[in-house]
Each structure stands twice: as C-alpha cells, then as structure tokens.
C-alpha cells in the first residue's frame, strides 16, 4: 500500500517504536502526545460539522439531537424511517461512515473484541496483569485470537485485518517475501494457523533484520505452550492406555516425554524457518551454558537471547537450585519463563525476573 | 479437519534431520506421541506422515552411526524396520502391534543412552567441545 512515510520520533525506545509502527501500518496515522506527555486520542464519534462529540447509534446524543437538519450523504432519513446519525470519522477511512441509529455497534468499534487489534510483540506485552505469589503470568498461548460474540464472517474479517497488518510489517522487513495464498481461509483453525504462521516468520525476520529477539522469544513461548499442552494431554491418555515405556514413575515419564517431545517440534519449528538451533546462535535448545569459568553449567530446556525457558509439570520458584543455577548462567537470563501445562489451571505459566 | 496449510516462503523444504545422540532420543520420544499414524497434530508439518518420520530416523542413526557403533547400529536400523511395519498393521490401535512398535522405539532409545554413557565415561567431546554424551 502506498502511505506517507511513518516519522517516528528518534528518541523512542525499541518497544515504543514497535508500538508507534504498528498503529501507523493499521491507522495511517502516529499518535500525539502533549508535552506533558498525555497521548491525544482520535475519537471516532467527534461530529464535524458542529465539533460535539456523540455518543455512537442508539446514544444519549443521538436522541438528544433528533433527525440531522441536512440530508444526502452526511445523514437524512433512509429507507423504512430509519434515522441514520451524521457521517462520523473513524482512524484510517478516507471519509465519513453512516451509522444507523439504534443499530448494533460495529463489532470494530469497541468492547471485548479490541483484542482483536492488539498485535502484542514482546513477554512483557503477553503478560497477565494479575498478581501471583509465583510470577506475573502469561496469557494463554492462543488468547491473542479471543475473538467472542460475532458470527464467522465478522471473525474472518478481524483475521484478516490482523493477517494483513503482519504482511505488511513483514515486508517493511523484507520486500522480497513472497507470500502466496489463493484464498483466505475460512475455518476459524485455519486463520490461527495463517496467523500463528505469519507471526513467526515476522519474528524470524526482525530477529534477522533488526537484531531484535523480542518478537522471537514471545512467539518462541506461543508455540512452546501449545507444544506442552499437546504433549502433556497425549501423554497421560498414552499412559491410561499403557501405552508409554515408565522407568521409575508415571509423572516421571510424562515429565520427560513432555519435555522431549516440547525440544524437538521446536527444533523442527525453528528449522523451518531457517533458525539454526544447536549452535552458537542465540536460539539454543538443551545445550549447556556456562556458569562461572570452572567447568559448571546449566542445560535449560530453550535459550532465546537473554531469556531462559523451562518446561516443566510442576510450579518453580526462584528459590529452587536449578533456577538460582540458571540466573548465575554466564549469559545473564533476564527472565525464566516457566511453561506448564495449561490444563493445571488458568494462569499456570509465568515469568521469574531477574 | 484442517482446511489451510501455512507454507513459510522461508522453509528451504528439506527435512528436519537430527544431528547428534540427544536430537536422536528426543526425536523417539516424540514419535512414541505420534504412533501410529505420525500425524502432525499442532499444523504446521502438514506433509508429515509414517514414511516422512521414519525417514528422518533412519538418516539421523546412519549420521550418529560412529558414535553408536557397528553393533549398535544395525541393532537401531533393525529395530527401526520392525517398529515401522508393525505401525503400518494397526493404523487404528486397535491389535495391540502399536504398542509393540512404542516399545521397539524404546530399544533404540535404550541403545543411544548407552552409547551416550560410554561417551561421557570416556570423556568424548560433542560439537561444541563439551562432554554431554552427544
């Protein structure tokens, strides 16, 4: 798409220069801020033509203000006695939306599925904001397309505005990325997937690109947990059948085969994607890290850049040996991520900080 | 059933193929998951199957076939073929053969801690000049 080009301020952090990109690819335009600070937002529902802002179809105002004066194309009433509100302004669209009145908000406005916009690129941004005696939480794996109420078609709408968005940031990295797909996907599955794709081969390349593991890291945590659930709930219906090899303990062979089969999809994962991961790379899988100069070392499950990840069946806290062990690592983990099965509960997997 | 297959532009479309002792072991375990059909179950190898899977194995024990040694590993390519044929006989796990073949990967699995142990007894250095058995 052609767009004027996005002037970032040059004094922004990674993380803000991320933010400030992705909503001028989704709006065309880069928020302001005051000097003081405070981010001005655009309102959909300001009036233009006498400057008040309306309360949306069906609102205060909208009653208030009764049939608008003028007809055409900024309001009037339409077919069946509709009354149909002024042209209102929404982020991004060339000119004014008309918005019957008393009709059902537009599932894009507003409400729970303004998650459907979020395009979360880091941990940090994937975390729950709850309180946890053990670590802040991580969302579940496949909550970045908690997507409730509208029928398939509004869903397969937001999909693909999301689908879009991460193509275009993707050739912003790499203009030569050829992406070819006939039709968009229908089944709610096959968006995740084309989503869940796309996501990974944006972190791929801004690894590559920027040098930046954010992205890689919380898409690295994304597949992870879907791994671990996958295995964890195969694994225990293999050992009700007796299906798996058990040497001392039933949770103990669940445990390994959980972690086991956890490295190697990721190994397969990062593969196809073009990620060496077993050697001197920043995405590390089950290799010793040095801890100290005397021959000590940790092995964690998945290394990508500063941040450690540990697959385990049971809680961890900082406390314990192996992630006291994992901190002291050479490499300086800025955070473990512990990642359990999310079958255990809600909020099972989380993050230690340094 | 899945409607959409993402296919990566940056996929270079070989397979993936373990490349030391431990890669190997944690492919097995993984492939006890899967038995007998070898269906990718996350969606993103759409084009695994039985055949795909073995041949993955297979090409991983013929590269770690010094470290196992000769005995080892005809013992692993053995194993391998039967494990193979009694998952092709009961695609349904309903004749208990998948269960047999689950236990023959094991074999193998057993095989590559012991050649695992007697590197790390003989002090062995793997590809990064560490001694872990691999």
Redesign the interface.
Same mark, same amino acid.
């Given at each position: 798409m052609n767009m004027e080009r996005a002037w970032i301020p040059a004094g922004a952090s990674p993380a803000e220069r991320r933010r400030l990109f992705s909503i001028w690819v989704r709006t065309g335009r880069i928020p302001t801020r005051r000097d003081d600070g405070v981010e001005l937002k655009f309102n959909p529902w300001h009036d233009p033509r006498d400057g008040r802002f309306t309360s949306g179809p069906g609102g205060e105002a909208a009653a208030r203000d009764g049939p608008p004066e003028r007809g055409g194309e900024g309001g009037g009433v339409g077919e069946g006695g509709v009354v149909r509100s002024d042209g209102v302004y929404r982020p991004g669209e060339p000119g004014p939306t008309l918005i019957p009145i008393g009709a059902p908000e537009p599932p894009e406005t507003r409400g729970g599925n303004m998650r459907a916009f979020e395009d979360p690129m880091t941990l940090d941004e994937w975390q729950v904001d709850e309180h946890s005696a053990l670590g802040p939480p991580l969302r579940l794996a496949d909550q970045i397309f908690d997507i409730t109420g509208p029928g398939a078609e509004v869903r397969t709408a937001l999909m693909r505005v999301q689908a879009e968005k991460i193509l275009s940031d993707i050739h912003q990295l790499d203009p030569t990325y050829v992406f070819q797909s006939f039709q968009f996907p229908y089944s709610e599955d096959g968006q995740r997937r084309l989503i869940d794709g796309l996501r990974f081969d944006r972190a791929v390349l801004t690894m590559r690109v920027k040098g930046d593991l954010e992205p890689l890291q919380l898409e690295t945590y994304r597949f992870a947990q879907g791994a671990t659930n996958d295995a964890y709930q195969e694994g225990l219906r293999r050992l009700k059948l007796t299906m798996l090899p058990i040497r001392l303990s039933e949770r103990e062979a669940l445990g390994n085969f959980v972690d086991q089969r956890v490295r190697e999809q990721l190994r397969q994962r990062f593969f196809l994607a073009g990620v060496d991961c077993s050697g001197a790379g920043p995405v590390r899988l089950n290799r010793n890290e040095a801890v100290g100069e005397n021959g000590r070392f940790r092995r964690p499950d998945i290394r990508v850049g500063d941040v450690a990840f540990d697959v385990s069946l049971s809680a961890k806290t900082r406390g314990q040996a192996q992630i006291r062990g994992f901190f002291n690592a050479n490499f300086k983990p800025s955070m473990v991520v512990i990642i359990r099965p999310s079958e255990l509960g809600r909020s099972t997997s989380y993050i230690l900080r340094r | 059933m899945? !409607?959409?297959? *993402?296919r +990566?532009?940056?996929? +270079?479309g070989a397979p *993936?193929i373990?490349?030391?002792l &431990? %890669?190997l072991? !944690?492919?097995l375990? +993984?492939m @006890?998951?899967e038995a007998p059909t070898f269906v990718d179950?996350? &969606? *993103?190898?759409p084009d695994q199957t039985i055949d795909s899977r073995f041949h993955q194995l297979d090409t991983a024990l013929s590269r770690v076939k010094p470290k196992l040694g000769a005995e080892s590993y005809a013992k692993a390519v053995e194993l391998s073929a039967r494990a193979k044929a009694l998952f092709l006989s009961d695609p349904d @796990?309903t004749n208990g053969k $998948?269960?047999e073949g689950?236990?023959l990967l !094991?074999e193998i699995s057993q095989l590559i801690t012991d050649a695992r142990r007697r590197r790390v007894k003989a002090k062995l250095r793997d !590809? %990064?000049g %560490?001694v $872990?058995g691999d």
């Open positions: - | 899945n !409607d959409y297959v *993402f +990566s532009p940056l996929a +270079s *993936f373990p490349a030391n &431990g %890669e072991d !944690d492919q375990a +993984s @006890m998951l179950r996350l &969606g *993103f190898l @796990m $998948t269960k689950v236990w !094991d !590809d %990064e %560490e $872990t």
